[in-house]
């Protein structure tokens, strides 16, 4: 039972300190953009119809997972291609970015290159194939007639809006225009008062996950008190409670109600830093949960993933494919801290790189079950066939098949 608390525990304050204070900024970051702008980075691209897919390769390129959590509500919203959503997810390195960058610049230079290239190359592959959901729908419905399809996403022989993507869901709300007691005299001042908190538990956690990634990401004991580890404990405790009483509390009484929906502008700075909040706060949920469950599956079955992938061989870049598939950052980030420790060769960590969709399958998964397994699987295919093309073809000319390569 002490292992079982301790891992929970564990996972709360790693969470919220290692992916949840990054994916704030991130978030937050592009909203004030929005704000700045009133909403025109969104419009450029949803006009920008034949650039939709390189657009969304380079928000999913940015460290973190806060580019591409911006994307995945456009698809939902049919104001960008399926196309877009695969190039995105397969860009995105998520919050195993900053491990790698902190830790090893160069073999970060070439493996997310490598990644944004295929995934791009794909996105357009997808789109110009017509090999959307339309087509998924089409084989569901010949196999389940009752099955009801939700419409592809290439129209007019190229990329454009899908008018048949109707989800039938509302445009956000404002908090105080639907919902429970809006007004409630208890939990309406306790939920701001929460969201300011989870600023300042966001702004610490950030320097205290910053310092981490510089100090190699080192074990940190769990303990109390005024020293780094002790910090880290408490911030990212509280940070991941505060984050989940935002999901499942705050969000009815602060900011939109609504989450994984774009924003096209915001009314104010504090409404920018709601709608981050809320965001980060239901990714971190869904962050705890993947950190919970791959911790408890690795403490009950005992599975080390660098012995295996010492003994892999050719099958390090498809295991590191594999392990992109769980979605979430937790894994992730375990298997970039395995590479910077010279556990896994570069062909493991750019066949995860692409595979992996960090945290921002969360929000499609929510709304779109389907589109996030057919982009998944979308990614996972080019993810195997570069990652074994590295190790086999250019891994022994290049070094790039060597365990260790790139790290400081």
Avoid at 86 to 95: I, M, S
Avoid at 111 to 128: E, K
Avoid at 226 to 245: E, K, M, Q, R
Avoid at 331 to 344: D, H, K, N, T, W
Wanted: hydrophobic residues 50%; negative net charge.
């Amino acid at each position: 039972m002490n292992e079982v608390l301790t891992v929970l525990l564990e996972s709360l304050r790693d969470g919220y300190v290692q992916v949840s204070a990054f994916v704030a900024v991130t978030v937050l970051a592009f909203g004030l953009i929005q704000y700045w702008t009133d909403g025109a980075v969104i419009g450029a691209i949803e006009d920008n119809e034949r650039l939709q897919v390189a657009f969304g390769g380079l928000l999913g390129l940015t460290p973190g997972c806060g580019g591409a959590i911006v994307v995945m509500p456009l698809y939902v919203r049919g104001t960008v291609s399926f196309g877009t959503v695969v190039a995105t997810l397969g860009a995105t390195a998520g919050d195993s970015a900053f491990v790698i960058l902190a830790l090893a610049p160069e073999a970060a230079l070439y493996s997310y290159a490598i990644a944004f290239a295929a995934s791009v190359a794909t996105g357009y592959l997808v789109d110009s194939y017509g090999l959307g959901v339309a087509r998924i729908d089409a084989a569901v419905a010949r196999l389940s007639p009752a099955a009801t399809p939700d419409g592809g996403t290439v129209v007019n022989g190229g990329v454009g809006p899908n008018p048949a993507h109707d989800y039938g869901c509302p445009a956000p709300t404002h908090a105080h225009e639907s919902g429970p007691d809006r007004e409630s005299r208890v939990l309406t001042p306790l939920s701001h008062l929460a969201h300011v908190l989870w600023w300042i538990a966001a702004a610490a956690g950030l320097v205290l996950g910053s310092l981490y990634l510089f100090r190699g990401g080192p074990e940190i004991p769990l303990t109390t008190g005024l020293g780094f580890d002790g910090l880290f404990t408490i911030v990212g405790i509280t940070g991941a409670v505060l984050s989940l009483y935002l999901y499942l509390v705050g969000r009815h009484y602060v900011g939109e109600g609504e989450i994984a929906r774009a924003r096209d502008s915001f009314l104010s700075v504090y409404d920018t830093l709601t709608h981050a909040a809320m965001e980060t706060s239901f990714v971190t949920v869904w962050v705890l949960v993947a950190f919970l469950v791959y911790e408890y599956v690795v403490l009950f079955s005992g599975v080390n993933v660098a012995t295996l992938a010492a003994t892999a061989g050719v099958l390090a870049p498809i295991g590191g494919a594999a392990v992109g598939l769980i979605p979430g950052c937790g894994p992730q980030i375990l298997l970039a801290s395995v590479y910077a420790e010279g556990g896994l060769p570069f062909s493991a960590l750019t066949a995860n790189a692409i595979a992996q969709d960090g945290d921002a399958l969360f929000p499609l998964l929510a709304v779109d079950a389907k589109a996030a397994i057919v982009a998944t699987i979308y990614n996972f295919l080019p993810a195997v066939v570069v990652g074994v093309a590295l190790h086999l073809l250019w891994g022994p000319v290049f070094g790039m098949a060597e365990f260790g390569f790139g790290v400081l």
